[in-house]
DNA sequence: CTGTTAGCGCATTCAC
DNA sequence: GTGAATGCGCTAACAG
């Protein structure tokens, strides 16, 4: 039978397929099929006005039946021309070099690196994750400006809703990284999906460890702030797994300071002499690797899931101390942030195909890379 | 002691960054302080000959100091006017719709969507992938032409270093996807780590499984060609995971027929079926789907693992049958190849940035996406 | 309101 | 060997 099938195909033979990739109509071309002038598509692809009626019908006619799209290489060639230059206010937690912001912030160069052509000023307003004050006043700092655009790293709610509403007033475009927040306005957010990256957590931890483990969810506290949105998600959904499809399954919560890592140790050192079953333990920060640290530190082996590959969880990885780690992509989320937004400056609107959520993927000794 | 920690930091309060990105040099500017003209600088760029000692020693000095880059925008622009054209053959396995070659394919489509600008004309001669004699028809068809460009998927070895030999002799540059063969000179070779692959594979179905399982690791067989290269790696990587870590594990190998979905599934129950004591079973080719249809059918329950993110594989993920694949990124590897045969036949060199492979990543239910 | 035009950075042609 | 000049698609200023 498979001598059949095979047969078969080799009586059709091979086949071929020719394909000239349909030329980009340029905007001369749109012009001439309109019967109009170059600057007159111009104004109406840029919504500018001053267009009479039938132009405007008569373009649009032609944009629908060929479907016409920015060349950004010439659009950024011309730009530069105009001169025209943007301030781009960036206010995020400071972070260590190879930690979590920190890889954000590189993702966040890159883009500025890559879009060089346009004239492009960045300046970062760091504050201290930990201390929601310090948010404020960088906040305000932003606030008492007028940047071209801001992004915004959404660690503090509260703060960020008011910042929001004052650039909605001055009609300053504004993105997130790593969140997004209600009764706010930004023209996208970019941040992995946290529903599934807590599921993701779960199921990994239920497969990985032997059936009657128990498990520890290690949830980080804040100094005077509530913990962050992002964390309260992933805890949630990884919780609901368990309630969803392993009612069996033991989970032990401990908390602990993500602030201090010399604290951490001790607190994790404590939870994990108290609770002697538990055979892994799951992360819902990127600071897994204080974890496994405090695990070697204590002579226990455990499995053990954070997030992110920042410097310190590849490390632990490579020693066998962390077993798997999910990756938001905080790099990429970085870059697109920057794009959207130059997106966003030239064109004037959103660029619809950047506004989809990054990508989550898992990453174990063997693909660290 | 953490009260402390968070003091000083909001204490040392808010600080910012100032950054104007470094402005590209252009040639214009390059030609200014080399005293010559943008022509001799494009010449001494280019390796075009044609340049006095001096005025390429003047350029060279300035390049050195300013570290000059390609502005890939204008130069596309740049490109068109000239109205060079070019035509790449891309010769692949013929596929289903959302099989493992067709998401290769939509990744070439896109790339060559993506660089619209630059007049490009492709052309597709698929192949049998389970037959030998087909592709080295489709080969056969294509040396027989002078395309500027040849894409070739590396399923036929000796076919391939026959067709590359040729190919060489008339200078006609080629770039490989989803392989490499040795003894041939291709621009660039677009594939994951297959040892990376089969040991990710192991290490995943030994920590998904039960302790006391037996492992099956089903091999597929072709009609009148000896096993892929590529699953021979995965095989033997997987293999050597277990013969470093686990020993104790006993692995069992089937082998079935990937031609014919209706062979394979009997097969695959038969062997199932000597084998009572699986728990895992992994497939080392994108066709994992059929042995979760397959373990459905007998009414099997078992951890299953396979390859790619192909739309059968997509559907068992979803209906709990197939618990994990290796993501090889398939689509990202056309793109890849059509970039950088453009880039060759743009700038006459390899870029350097687009050699390094494709990553891996790990996609269970919740990251399908 | 509309069409014309200069110029962005670059590749190439063509006089000198 | 060399530099001046042209034009790629696009933006925006400007003259009608």
Request: include cysteine.
């Amino acid at each position: 039978m498979c001598e059949v099938h095979t047969y078969l195909l080799a009586v059709r033979g091979i086949f071929s397929n020719f394909a000239t990739m349909p030329q980009q109509l340029t905007i001369k071309q749109i012009a001439t099929l309109a019967g109009v002038s170059v600057g007159t598509v111009d104004r109406v692809l840029h919504n500018r006005g001053r267009v009479s009626p039938e132009a405007m019908a008569a373009v649009k006619a032609v944009l629908e039946t060929h479907s016409y799209r920015y060349n950004l290489h010439t659009s950024a060639v011309a730009f530069k021309k105009t001169k025209k230059s943007f301030s781009i206010a960036i206010s995020i937690p400071s972070s260590e070099k190879g930690e979590y912001w920190d890889i954000i912030r590189s993702g966040l160069d890159k883009a500025f690196r890559e879009y060089g052509d346009i004239s492009v000023r960045s300046e970062y307003v760091f504050f201290d994750q930990f201390n929601a004050l310090s948010c404020r006043e960088a906040f305000e700092s932003i606030a008492a400006k007028d940047y071209s655009a801001v992004i915004l790293g959404t660690t503090f709610v509260d703060e960020t809703v008011t910042l929001c509403g004052k650039l909605d007033e001055k009609h300053i475009p504004y993105v997130f990284v790593d969140g997004k927040v209600p009764g706010t306005n930004p023209i996208a957010s970019y941040l992995a999906d946290q529903e599934v990256c807590g599921r993701l957590l779960a199921r990994l931890m239920d497969g990985l460890t032997a059936e009657g483990d128990e498990l520890a969810l290690l949830i980080p506290h804040r100094v005077g702030a509530r913990i962050s949105n992002n964390s309260a998600i992933r805890m949630q959904a990884f919780k609901s797994y368990f309630a969803e499809h392993r009612k069996d399954r033991v989970i032990r919560e401990g908390f602990y300071s993500a602030s201090s890592p010399e604290l951490t140790r001790s607190e994790i050192s404590a939870f994990l002499e108290e609770n002697p079953r538990v055979g892994g333990v799951a992360a819902v920060i990127s600071t897994g690797y204080i974890i496994s640290d405090a695990l070697s530190d204590i002579g226990k082996k455990a499995v053990v899931g954070g997030f992110d590959v920042t410097e310190g969880n590849a490390r632990c990885v490579r020693e066998g101390t962390l077993d798997f780690l999910i990756d938001q992509h905080p790099e990429q989320q970085g870059f697109n942030a920057v794009e959207s937004l130059l997106h966003y400056l030239l064109y004037g609107a959103p660029d619809e195909s950047l506004r989809e959520h990054t990508p989550i993927d898992i990453v174990f000794l063997e693909n660290l890379g």
